[in-house]
C-alpha cells in the first residue's frame, strides 16, 4: 500500500514514512493520524511483515521508518537490529503496546530514535515524534560524518607530523576542539531524548488512566446492550413457543385420560408429553436469565433452603466430594422465591461437581454482611448496605481468564456439544438480578472456583410456610370468556372448560371479545384473556369489557413476564395470573381459585411480584 497524505499542498518534497505493521488497525491509525498532520506531507509505503519491509528499502528511498517489533516473521528486538543493519542511516521510531513498553524502551537505547504506544497515537504526537526523528538521526549522521572527516584529517596530519612540529601542534589543537564540541553535541542529543522520555513518560501514565476507565465504561455498557438485547429475543423466543407447548403438554394430557396406562398409545402420548415438560423446562431457563418469569417471593431464611437442600445436594455431587455446609446461625432474612434459589444452588452445585471429577470439596456458608461504598468499586450498580452473603465455593479445576468474563454469558459452554446448554450460569445470573441481588465470581486455575451472591437483608418475621393444593379439580356452570389470538391454545382452553361444565364464549381478538359481550344477555363471570396480542392487548380488553361488566373478574395468561403485566399494573396479585404452558388441571384450578376467591382486578394491591423496580423492563 502507498499513499501520500496531506492537509495543504507543500512546496518540499513529501516525507517518505514506511510503516511496517501487521495489524490493519493499527495501520488505519497511522494513517488517519497522518492525514491530520497540519502543513506536511507524507508518502506512507505500508508492508506487514519485516521480509517486505526489508525489500522496500532496496526500492524506494525512505525518510522513516515506523516499525511494530511483533511481526509475524521477526519478533522483539531482533527486528531492531536486522532493520537497523539494513538501513543503518534510516531513522526508526518503534510502535509498541502497553505490554511491550519495556522493551521499546530498551529498543530505544539499542538504536531506535523514539517510540509510541499503539492507542495513543494522535496527529500532534505523530507528527513531533517523526520530524524528532529525522532531525536527530540527521545530527547523528553528521556527527559520524565528522568524526569520520576528522580521523581522516588526523591521519593525513600525522604524515606532516615528521616534516612539521608546529603543524602536529595545530593538528592536537583541532582534534581536541573537534573533540569537544562533539562532546557537547553527544551531551545535548542525550538531554533533549531524556527530556524527550520523561515527556512521554507523563503522557502515556495520563492516557492510560484515562483509557482504562474509558474502556471499562465501555465494556459495561456493551455488555449490558448485549445482555437487554438477548434477554429481549429470548423472551420473545419463550412467549412463541409456550404457546405451542401449552398445547402439546395440554391436548398429550387430555388424550391420556382417555387410553389405559398399559396401551401403546398411551406410552406413545406420554413420551410427547414428557417431551413437551422438558421443552417447558427449557423455555423457563430462557425467562429467567432474560429476567421475564413470575417469581413468587417470600420472606425467609436462606439457612432453611440450605437444610431441605442438603440431602439432594449429597445425592447428586456423589460421594468423591465432601459437602460442607457453614451456616451463620443469627441469619438476618431475605425475600426470594424459594423454588427459584432451590435451581440457582442446584445449577452451582452441579456446575461444581463437574468441576471436580477426582473429587473435592463443596462449600456452602451464609452470612451477614455490611458493604461500605469503598468496598464496592468493582461492583458496579451495588449499593453499599447490609446483606446476607451465600457463599458456593468449590476445589475443582477452575476457569481460566478468557473465560471468566462470559461465563453468564446465555448458550456459553465449555463443555462438549451435547453436555451442555449453556444457560445454567445465565439462569441463576437472571434470578439473582430479578430476585434484588447480585452476583460476583472469583476462580484460579487447578485451585477452585467461588460464586458470592449477596441478597438485601430484612429485618422482619418469616412468611408463614407455602401449602400446596393437591386438591380435585373442580368444574362450574359460570359463563367465562375466553380471549386467545393463538388457535391452537384457544381450542385447548375451550375444550377443557367446556369439558367441566362452564359455559364458554370464545373470541380471537379484543374487537371480537367486546363484541360478544354486548350481545351476550346474561351475566359474564370471568374474562380469561392472553395478555400479549395484535391489535388489542389484554389489558385493552379487560378495560372495555368492565365498562359494561364492572364486577367481572380477570385472569391472565402470558408466555412470559415482562413490563407489560407488572410495570403497567396488570396483574394485581399472583392469582390472576397463569404462565404458559399450563397444564389442562392447572387451568381449571386457578380458574376455580380465581371465581372463589372474588379477585376483581379493580381493588387489589400490586404485592406478590417478582421484578425490583430498577429491574422492570421489556416488551408487552
Not at 600525522?158 to 602536529?168: I, P, S
Not at 417447558?280 to 429476567?291: D, M, N, V
Request: hydrophobic letters at 40%.
Amino acid at each position: 500500500m502507498q499513499k501520500v497524505l496531506t492537509n495543504q499542498v507543500a512546496l518540499t518534497p513529501p516525507t517518505r514514512i514506511l510503516l511496517v505493521e501487521d495489524n490493519p488497525g493499527d495501520a488505519l491509525l497511522v494513517e488517519e493520524a497522518l492525514s491530520e498532520v497540519w502543513q506536511t506531507q507524507y508518502e506512507l509505503m505500508h508492508r506487514n511483515c519485516l521480509d517486505q519491509g526489508l525489500r522496500q528499502m532496496d526500492e524506494n528511498g525512505i525518510d522513516v521508518i515506523l516499525l511494530d517489533l511483533s511481526l509475524p516473521d521477526s519478533d522483539g528486538l531482533g527486528t531492531l537490529y536486522k532493520m537497523n543493519a539494513h538501513a543503518p542511516e534510516t531513522p526508526i521510531i518503534i510502535l509498541s503496546g502497553f505490554k511491550e513498553e519495556i522493551v521499546a524502551i530498551k529498543a530505544v537505547e539499542e538504536g531506535a530514535q523514539d517510540y509510541l504506544v499503539k492507542g495513543q497515537i494522535n496527529s500532534s504526537l505523530l507528527g513531533r515524534a517523526i520530524q524528532y526523528a529525522i532531525e536527530r538521526k540527521r545530527n547523528e549522521l553528521a556527527l559520524r560524518h565528522t568524526n569520520a572527516e576528522l580521523d581522516r584529517l588526523v591521519q593525513e596530519r600525522t604524515v606532516e607530523l615528521a616534516q612539521t612540529n608546529v603543524a602536529l601542534v595545530a593538528e592536537i589543537a583541532e582534534r581536541t576542539q573537534a573533540q569537544h564540541q562533539l562532546q557537547e553535541a553527544q551531551d545535548h542529543l542525550e538531554m533533549k531524548i531524556k527530556l524527550r522520555t520523561v515527556e512521554l513518560a507523563q503522557t502515556n501514565e495520563a492516557l492510560l488512566a484515562e483509557i482504562a476507565e474509558r474502556q471499562e465504561l465501555e465494556e459495561r455498557l456493551v455488555q449490558a446492550q448485549k445482555m437487554e438485547a438477548i434477554g429481549r429475543l429470548a423472551g420473545g423466543v419463550a412467549h412463541d413457543f409456550n404457546n405451542i407447548l401449552t398445547a402439546i403438554i395440554g391436548f398429550s394430557q387430555l388424550l391420556l385420560e382417555k387410553f389405559q396406562k398399559d396401551a401403546s398409545t398411551y406410552v406413545t402420548l406420554k413420551e410427547i408429553e414428557q417431551a413437551g415438560q422438558r421443552a417447558a423446562k427449557l423455555t423457563s431457563q430462557l425467562l429467567a436469565f432474560s429476567r421475564k418469569q413470575m417469581l413468587q417471593p417470600r420472606v425467609l431464611n436462606l439457612n432453611l433452603i440450605m437444610i431441605n437442600l442438603e440431602t439432594m445436594l449429597r445425592r447428586i455431587i456423589g460421594e468423591d466430594i465432601e459437602l460442607v455446609l457453614s451456616l451463620d446461625p443469627d441469619l438476618n432474612q431475605v425475600k426470594v422465591d424459594p423454588t427459584q434459589m432451590d435451581q440457582v444452588i442446584l445449577n452451582l452445585a452441579v456446575n461444581a461437581r463437574d468441576a471436580m471429577p477426582q473429587g473435592g470439596q463443596l462449600i456452602l456458608a451464609t452470612a451477614n454482611v455490611t458493604l461500605q461504598a469503598e468496598e464496592l468499586a468493582n461492583h458496579g450498580e451495588m449499593p453499599p448496605g447490609q446483606y446476607v452473603l451465600l457463599t458456593i465455593r468449590d476445589t475443582g479445576c477452575g476457569i481460566d481468564e478468557k473465560h471468566l468474563s462470559k461465563i453468564f454469558d446465555p448458550f456459553f459452554t465449555t463443555k462438549e456439544t451435547g453436555k451442555g446448554t449453556g444457560l445454567g450460569l445465565a439462569t441463576v445470573y437472571g434470578i439473582v438480578r430479578q430476585s434484588g441481588g447480585y452476583i460476583s465470581v472469583t476462580s484460579q486455575t487447578q485451585h477452585g472456583t467461588t460464586f458470592k451472591l449477596f441478597f438485601p437483608c430484612l429485618e422482619q418475621a418469616p412468611d408463614l410456610p407455602l401449602t400446596e393444593s393437591r386438591g380435585e379439580v373442580v368444574g362450574g356452570k359460570e359463563t367465562i370468556l375466553l380471549v386467545e389470538d393463538e388457535e391452537v391454545v384457544r381450542r385447548l382452553a375451550h375444550e377443557v372448560l367446556k369439558g367441566q361444565g362452564y359455559k364458554v364464549l370464545v373470541a380471537a381478538c379484543g374487537d371480537e371479545a367486546i363484541s360478544l359481550c354486548n350481545q351476550y344477555q346474561d351475566s359474564i363471570h370471568l374474562l380469561v384473556t392472553d395478555v400479549v396480542m395484535p391489535q388489542m392487548s389484554g389489558a385493552q380488553v379487560r378495560e372495555h369489557i368492565s365498562r359494561k361488566c364492572p364486577h367481572i373478574r380477570v385472569l391472565f395468561m402470558s408466555g412470559y413476564m415482562d413490563q407489560a403485566i407488572t410495570y403497567n399494573g396488570i396483574v394485581d396479585s399472583v392469582s390472576a395470573f397463569i404462565q404458559k404452558p399450563f397444564t389442562p388441571s392447572a387451568l381449571l384450578q386457578k380458574i376455580r381459585a380465581v371465581l372463589d376467591a372474588g379477585c376483581s382486578t379493580a381493588t387489589h394491591k400490586h404485592e406478590g411480584l417478582a421484578l425490583p423496580s430498577h429491574e422492570k423492563s421489556g416488551q408487552g
